[in-house]
């Protein structure tokens, strides 16, 4: 058809077209955009948790610290379970640090959608966004409960070697796997509203599946690879290797098989959000 | 500038007794169902099916830079969808729109804002969320404090601001953003009537400035002093295209039922024990003879339909109706102790009282109405300050001088130039 618009003032302004099916173009053009908005998000999360609780960030110490000292009871001391040469409550918050991130960076992922409701349907942004930001919180947890293990780990005189350059690494894997499953579970959320249920079983089962209070070792080996395929199991397993001096030694099969895990959660998760993102606002 | 191309938006609705929600636990129960059926009847069994609701239908519409577009239409016509696809929040279902600018929308006042963090911190989320980088925001933020009027409360959670504090503030972000096209949906129905005018300002100079501006309001005085165009909307169908006036009065004479004074009242800031509250205020103006005015103007009746509904019964309470001017001056107080008459509810029960002001000449102005129940001097059951807007319009005698004649009340009145004696 014929252009109706003069060009000269046309051109000075960007043009976005709206078209069924067609939003794919400027899609990752916008989330750059709006990457603002994405440290925003994860600002406004940080303020709003610790502003709502009397204590604060205290939480974030305190959490990790009263599990420690009941799984170092329980598994260390009444099952007596093996530490791989390393004192039990060492082994059990190096475990703890990663769970407990991708335990609350997949809920808060999850929930998000649904808790920002109101901004789904009233403005427009990637919408990738939101669960994504929510992830950022738990990010500042790890690195204050990061922080306590090294004070823990001085209480006890070890120090890590030169293996823990590759901590970042292992937090990515965390940090990946958190999103993936989160980004898919929140735009399931927003359809089948059920799962806001599903969602702490399915935390509350991984941490029995995970090698939290025990050593990877435990499983037993002809099932032990089946344990991998927990993104979380591989990412444990790296944590107490990178801080631990290597005295659990990797498992490098499962350590494959736990990323190949989350770089497969991360295709799907955003793969299957993209393809229903256009009808959050309608179905929320 | 903006291009509507063949723009329809289609809803699918399920007549199948629902909640709100899908749950996992209805479609695994469904299919279950589903396949019992199959068996059990071998044809399946002719349900009510979902149903395709067009919520928008073949939209053709131009929208030119500097344009004071309003929309009007009944609910349920299709305004807020129309303004949802352009705002991209949702896709249309087949068609193009094009854009050309900035898109700003405001649809909800205060989107996003979070009731624990404080208003800077909240301008600054607002912003972002609008789209706007730190660096425009920090350039405007002295701009946007000075125009909501909240310098003292910078740094007091929005949980503790009035409504009227929240909406200025929401709207200031809004309309500090620049975006060469400005969309909103309802918001200025809230707040006070200076504000109301800063805000149509505001918005005034936007468009002075060559932006464009899409406005939705059931407030047809809204429209008529802020539009100079006008869509209606029906069925999702563009029926009329035109210049305000004209089109204000079609969609008056069209929808007898419903007319410009429609406000619902269930969400607005009040005080009271809420026994009982007000549900709907309703005004229509009329001319001699009872026949229908498109707008109140000096010498009309005005009719108020106030319905209410009561949650405990009560017995022999008053209903108040007052009029205020743009500085909060009573102008009116109608009620109807005044006329021996009061008003008892049972449980549950809802009535309308109508209150007809004969022959208001107010002057060509914005007032606002509060609504009162109550026993007087004992009881508050539902007081709400900011019930409803409307705007007086001149008659004509009066526009034929251009310059204003200050004051409120345009009393009739005759006058002779006496001899000298």
Known sequence: ?284 | MIHFENVSKKYVIDHRPRQKYLSLRDVVAESGRRLVQAFRAGVPQSQSKPEDFWALRDINLEVKLGDRLGIVGRNGAGKSTLLKTLSRITEPSTGRIRIWGRVASLLEVGTGFHPELTGRENIYLNGAIQGMVRAEIEKKFDEIVAFAEVERFLDTPVKRYSSGMYVRLAFAVAAHLDPEILVIDEVLAVGDIQFQKKCLAKMENVAAEGRTIILVSHNMATILSLANRCVLLAAGRIVTDGKPMEVVSEYQNTYQDESFGQTDLTKVERYGTGDARFVSVHLCARGRGGTRLPFPETGSDLEFEITLEAREQINSATVALIVYDELGNRLIDANTLLKGQSVSLLAKERRTVRFLLKNVRLKRDLYTVGLWLGMLNMADIDGIRYATTFKMEAVREDILYAAPFPGVYACEFSCQVLEEV
């Open chain 1, 1 to 284: 058809m014929s252009e109706p618009f003069q060009a000269s003032t046309a051109t000075e302004m960007p043009l976005i077209t709206i078209e069924a099916g067609k939003s794919e173009r400027h899609y990752w053009n916008d989330i750059w955009r709006y990457r603002e908005l994405f440290y925003f998000l994860a600002w406004r999360d940080i303020l709003v948790r610790y502003k709502q609780t009397t204590i604060g960030i205290i939480w974030a110490v305190l959490r990790p610290l009263m599990t420690m000292a009941v799984f170092t009871l329980v598994f260390g001391k009444v099952a007596k379970l093996p530490s791989d040469g390393v004192p039990y409550a060492l082994l059990v918050f190096t475990g703890l640090l990663p769970w407990h991130f991708f335990a609350s960076a997949f809920t808060e992922a999850a929930n998000s959608l649904i808790e920002n409701e109101k901004m789904i349907t009233k403005v427009y942004f990637p919408r990738l966004i939101i669960p994504t930001s929510a992830v950022i919180a738990s990010v500042l947890e790890l690195i204050i409960s990061g922080g306590l293990l090294f004070a823990l780990m001085m209480v006890y005189g070890t120090t890590p070697d030169w293996r823990i350059v590759a901590l970042p690494f292992f937090a990515g894997l965390a940090f990946a796997a958190a999103v993936g499953a989160g980004v898919w579970v929140a735009a399931l959320n927003v359809r089948y509203r059920d799962f806001r249920y599903v969602v702490p079983f399915m935390v509350q089962a991984g941490l029995y599946i995970s090698p939290v209070g025990f050593s990877s070792h435990l499983f037993p080996d002809e099932w032990r690879l089946l344990f991998y395929l927990n993104p979380i199991t591989g990412v444990i397993d790296g944590f107490r290797w990178a801080l631990l001096s290597g005295k659990p030694e990797l498992y490098e099969s499962g350590l494959l098989v736990s990323g190949a895990v989350t770089v497969m959660l991360v295709v799907i998760g955003v793969f299957h959000f993209r393809k229903t993102e256009k009808t959050f606002a309608d179905v929320i």
